[in-house]
């Protein structure tokens, strides 16, 4: 897959995505990145690329004439690129946007500056993504993170092949409670379960903990989704485990 970013700190990026599993993608030729400045585009001798906003106001806005041509030229880059701009005020980034992005064979991510995009610039992206409900300095971190995302999806990149698969969100749940050795520590056992051998028992526990995790959490992730008959259930017993617990530690 190759992956642009329109960026005006090329070196941040590069250097934030030369570790880890973005960097074993890109060892591995499953993730070609490359970066494209707008200031290469600007047709001024100081390369800027920012001006007062019309109608006043505090802070800089990015010029849409250098952001366009830089996405134009990724455009002929990458003929079959989408292009998707990180901003505030885009949908919200999930795990089934980059289930989605890591199919492509192209992307590109364009990165704001200052008080954000000029408005005129939309035209030419292909739609808005955002982390959050929060604002940052600029979209890189945000592109960094959309790409190291992506990047533990692509073909033969994680070491194991499920990996990917039992994550936190895959399936709309949060992740199952994970332990290694040393199987005692501090008190604390891993659960018998998981020392069992019983690959099915396993599996029940794993998935009825994804349950009970996403409802002590993130309940309104359960509000969203229809849970069958036999995951109500499991999650009938997770609640009715740990409303006997804290009613012991009371006790």
Not at 164 to 182: G, I
Not at 212 to 224: A, F
Request: net charge negative; aromatic share 6%.
């Amino acid at each position: 897959m190759q992956v642009e970013v329109i960026t005006l700190f090329p070196e941040m990026v590069e250097q934030g995505l030369g570790y880890g599993v973005p960097r074993i993608a890109r060892e591995k030729g499953a993730l070609q990145l490359s970066a494209r400045n707008p200031r290469d585009f600007a047709d001024n001798r100081h390369r800027s690329v920012d001006d007062r906003p019309f109608g006043g106001g505090p802070g800089m806005v990015m010029q849409a004439p250098p952001v366009v041509a830089a996405i134009e030229a990724s455009r002929a880059a990458l003929p079959d690129t989408r292009v998707v701009a990180m901003s505030p005020q885009g949908e919200r980034l999930d795990q089934s946007w980059l289930q989605a992005m890591a199919g492509l064979p192209s992307l590109t991510l364009v990165c704001g500056r200052y008080e954000g995009l000029d408005e005129r610039i939309q035209a030419a992206v292909d739609c808005e993504l955002s982390l959050g409900d929060f604002v940052m300095s600029g979209g890189e971190l945000a592109a960094m993170s959309v790409i190291d995302g992506i990047a533990r999806l692509l073909p033969e990149v994680l070491g194991h092949a499920d990996s990917a698969r039992d994550e936190s969100f895959v399936e709309d749940l949060l992740d199952y409670p994970h332990y290694t050795r040393p199987k005692s520590w501090r008190e604390q056992s891993v659960p018998e379960v998981l020392l069992s051998g019983d690959h099915a028992r396993i599996a029940r526990w794993r998935y009825q903990q994804a349950l009970g995790n996403t409802w002590l959490k993130r309940p309104d992730i359960l509000e969203s989704i229809s849970l069958s008959e036999e995951s109500k259930a499991l999650l009938g017993e997770f609640i009715a485990q740990q409303q006997e617990r804290v009613r012991k530690e009371k006790a």
